[in-house]
């Protein structure tokens, strides 16, 4: 018994490794890609959205605004609201963002569905007429597809697995003269297109959600 457990922790390293590049293996396809994530990243490589707006409110007209902000966007978004927390100068809560809908269909009917669902954190800090917004902690869920693509993990990388591995998949159609082999590198053509597409639809969304938050907390009573 204490050799079958010596030999567990001998090999669990090589073990978590070759799960890892197991997971990663569509990274190698093409790394220039990298450059073009749209959510903004810390010197750490972690998703952060973060800015200081100036209003004519007092901090605790910021503050029950912030607090009517987390309760409408459950309506205007379709989104879920997590983990409140709320003190005399600060709100936090995690927001699930649905993006997008599918229909699929089941032997009892069709089914609407969400493509895909951004997770993050948002912090809403108030002082007297200004406060500060972040938003961390991004983590994208999405539909699974054939092959190596992953369907869940932070948002940029998330994507750049995704793409990597249609990527990958489509190069090796492209290396077969066959004709099935050239009507699936069309289909994995499309397949790149539609998840270019999903990721931007992604990226708009939180931009959308974030211009209402702005908006939202800096309001006056009157509108203005």
């Given at each position: 018994m204490k050799?079958f457990?010596?030999?567990?922790?001998?090999?669990s390293?090589f073990?978590?490794?070759?799960q890892?590049?197991l997971s990663?293996?569509a990274?190698?396809v093409?790394?220039?890609?990298?450059?073009?994530f749209l959510?903004?990243e810390?010197?750490?490589?972690?998703?952060?959205?973060?800015?200081?707006i100036k209003?004519e409110l007092?901090?605790?007209?910021?503050?029950?605004?912030?607090k009517?902000?987390?309760?409408?966007?459950?309506s205007?978004f379709?989104c879920?609201v997590?983990d409140?927390?709320?003190?005399d100068?600060?709100?936090?809560?995690?927001?699930?963002?649905p993006?997008?809908k599918?229909v699929?269909?089941?032997?009892v009917?069709?089914?609407?569905?969400?493509?895909s669902?951004v997770?993050?954190?948002?912090?809403?800090?108030?002082k007297?007429?200004r406060f500060?917004?972040t938003?961390?902690?991004?983590?994208t869920?999405?539909?699974?597809i054939r092959?190596?693509?992953?369907s869940?993990g932070q948002?940029?990388?998330l994507?750049?697995?995704r793409y990597?591995?249609?990527?990958k998949e489509r190069k090796a159609?492209s290396?077969?003269?066959?004709?099935l082999?050239?009507e699936n590198?069309?289909?994995?053509d499309?397949?790149i297109i539609?998840?270019?597409a999903?990721?931007e639809?992604?990226?708009?969304?939180?931009l959308?959600f974030?211009d209402?938050?702005?908006k939202s907390?800096?309001?006056?009573k009157s509108?203005?």
């Amino acid at each position: 018994m204490k050799r079958f457990f010596f030999l567990i922790v001998l090999f669990s390293p090589f073990l978590c490794s070759a799960q890892w590049n197991l997971s990663q293996r569509a990274f190698v396809v093409d790394t220039s890609y990298q450059k073009q994530f749209l959510f903004p990243e810390d010197s750490a490589g972690n998703i952060l959205f973060m800015k200081v707006i100036k209003c004519e409110l007092d901090a605790n007209s910021i503050l029950n605004n912030s607090k009517k902000f987390a309760s409408e966007i459950k309506s205007r978004f379709s989104c879920g609201v997590n983990d409140y927390f709320v003190n005399d100068n600060s709100l936090t809560f995690t927001v699930q963002l649905p993006v997008g809908k599918d229909v699929y269909t089941t032997p009892v009917g069709a089914f609407s569905r969400d493509i895909s669902k951004v997770k993050f954190k948002l912090t809403i800090e108030v002082k007297e007429k200004r406060f500060r917004y972040t938003l961390t902690d991004f983590y994208t869920h999405r539909r699974m597809i054939r092959g190596e693509a992953l369907s869940e993990g932070q948002s940029n990388i998330l994507h750049f697995q995704r793409y990597s591995a249609l990527l990958k998949e489509r190069k090796a159609y492209s290396k077969k003269s066959t004709k099935l082999a050239q009507e699936n590198m069309a289909k994995k053509d499309k397949e790149i297109i539609k998840e270019k597409a999903q990721y931007e639809a992604e990226y708009k969304s939180v931009l959308l959600f974030i211009d209402f938050l702005e908006k939202s907390c800096s309001k006056s009573k009157s509108g203005f």
